[in-house]
């Protein structure tokens, strides 16, 4: 069994190898799921929306919201691996537009005009194009039959590891 750095390893390499999440949300209007690419740091994930989008419009400052990232091609058969988690959800602030950048903007290349630097960044959400989000994640399940044999839970508290254990 994975020691509980090999674990976070696992985790983080996981997280920047896939490139799309799909997201659940429920406000006044009811439940809501949406899929959209994404960037990975630090117990964080970033994505960008449309304002016009219902997502972008229904996911208010900390709205609870989870979500699931899984690698597309499996089959039943095959090595099975993905991720369930839950966080919470708020338009990205000041602090988190460096990991934005690096980890959402810069990712993805037909990107780069718009959130490629902190002034493009700026002059998005300015002329109300765009918006970009950060989940604070508080727990994952992280399924891995060829590496766990299962799956780990792996908590977070303020983007930190907490605690990691079988489920």
């Not at 400052?61 to 091609?73: K, L, M």
């Not at 090595?79 to 602090?95: A, M, R, T, W």
């Amino acid at each position: 069994m994975p020691t509980h750095d090999e674990v976070i390893d696992i985790l983080d390499e996981y997280l920047r190898k896939q490139t799309s999440i799909t997201i659940a949300n429920y406000s006044e209007s009811g439940l809501w799921i949406s899929n959209m690419f994404y960037g990975y740091a630090l117990g964080k994930i970033f994505f960008s929306s449309k304002l016009k989008t219902r997502h972008a419009k229904e996911i208010g400052d900390g709205s609870q919201v989870a979500f699931s990232i899984a690698n597309s091609s499996q089959t039943p058969a095959s090595k099975v691996i993905g991720i369930q988690g839950v966080g919470f959800c708020h338009p990205s602030n000041v602090e988190d537009y460096p990991n934005l950048i690096k980890h959402y903007g810069l990712r993805f290349a037909e990107y780069a005009d718009s959130f490629g630097n902190l002034k493009s960044i700026i002059e998005v959400m300015q002329g109300g194009i765009s918006k970009p989000f950060t989940i604070d994640i508080t727990m994952i399940k992280f399924l891995n039959k060829e590496v766990f044999g299962g799956y780990q839970i792996i908590e977070f508290h303020n983007s930190k590891i907490i605690k990691v254990y079988p489920g």
